[in-house]
C-alpha cells in the first residue's frame, strides 16, 4: 500500500513563496526505490479541472504557466517530493495534489499516475 501526503498549503500574499513537501510512505517507496518512479504535482481550482504542474522523472518538466516560477525536486533520504513555489499569484489558488507513477519517465497526464495524496490548499490573495 503506498501512501502521499502532502503539506506545506496555506493563504499567503501575492508575491509570497510557498514550499509544499508530500511524504511518500509504504512498500513500494523504500529508501532505495524511491527515485525509481516518476512523480508528479497537480492542482485544481474551484470549478476547473485538475491540471498538471511539474513532474520529475527522467528529467523535469514544468506547465508553462509555473515555469521560472516552481522548482520540483526530491529527497531521497526521506523519500520526499518538494515543490518549491516563487512569485505566487492569486491565479496559482488551488488544492495541490502529489502523484507517483510507476514508472520512471515523467509524465503531465494525470491517467498515467497510479497513486494520489489527499491535497493541501493554497490561496493567494492579492
Known amino acids: 500500500h503506498v501512501q502521499l501526503v502532502e503539506s506545506g498549503g496555506g493563504p499567503v500574499q501575492a508575491g509570497d513563496s510557498l514550499r509544499l513537501s508530500c511524504a511518500a510512505s509504504g512498500r513500494t517507496f523504500s529508501g532505495r526505490a524511491f527515485n525509481s518512479y516518476a512523480m508528479g504535482w497537480f492542482r485544481q481550482a474551484t470549478g476547473k479541472e485538475r491540471e498538471f504542474v511539474a513532474g520529475i522523472g527522467n528529467g523535469t518538466e514544468y506547465a508553462d504557466s509555473v515555469k521560472g516560477r516552481c522548482t520540483i525536486s526530491r529527497d531521497k533520504s526521506t523519500s520526499t517530493l518538494v515543490l518549491q513555489m516563487d512569485s505566487l499569484r492569486p491565479g496559482d489558488t488551488a488544492v495541490y495534489y502529489c502523484?507517483?507513477?510507476?514508472?520512471?519517465?515523467?509524465?503531465?497526464?494525470?491517467?498515467?499516475?497510479?497513486?494520489w495524496g489527499q491535497g493541501t490548499e493554497v490561496t493567494v490573495s492579492s
Open positions: 502523484a507517483a507513477r510507476q514508472w520512471y519517465w515523467t509524465s503531465r497526464f494525470l491517467h498515467e499516475y497510479d497513486y
